[in-house]
């Protein structure tokens, strides 16, 4: 794809669906997690972001598609951390509601006492992220797609 013509890699994007729809399916899938943390894990109901959503330029090879941006999610975090005893529980939780999303296998980061980390990758490279160590933290961050206006479908997908 780095040696197509500007027009290759708008349409290759294309096939992917609009910024705000992953956005939209990344927040549902967040905001499910979160809820089941709470629910079955015994996470305290204090979720809160602390910092705010940021759009990137794409990388490699769309970095010259104007339309085209990748969007570091909001984060949410949680002054709390998983317990380790309910470490397991929260990975089943996350791969189960994330696979049903259409999310890979997870990829374990950090995996010892005290301190876990695992990311799950989308079809497009986009990515979810659960950590727990001194408080707990769920962050996600999309790959590049097109944004509404530079799409050619109709319904956005």
Not at 25 to 49: A, C, F, H, K, S
Not at 104 to 120: C, L, M, Y
Request: include cysteine.
């Amino acid at each position: 794809m780095t040696d197509a013509s500007p027009q290759e890699k708008i349409a290759e994007l294309a096939k992917r669906p609009v910024i705000d729809t992953v956005l939209a399916r990344y927040e549902n899938v967040r905001t499910e997690i979160r809820q089941r943390l709470i629910e079955e894990v015994g996470m305290p109901d204090d979720w809160y972001q602390p910092y705010s959503e940021s759009e990137t330029p794409c990388s490699r090879p769309y970095s010259k598609i104007g339309d085209a941006i990748a969007i570091q999610m909001a984060g949410w975090a949680n002054d709390a951390r998983i317990a380790e005893d309910r470490w397991d529980r929260a990975q089943e939780l996350f791969t189960e509601i994330t696979r049903r999303y259409g999310f890979g296998d997870p990829h374990v980061v950090v995996d010892r006492p005290t301190k876990h980390e695992i990311r799950v990758y989308d079809d497009h490279g986009g990515s979810i992220m659960l950590g727990t160590e001194v408080a707990t933290i769920l962050s996600s961050r999309t790959d590049c797609h097109l944004i509404p206006r530079a799409h050619p479908g109709k319904d956005h997908k």
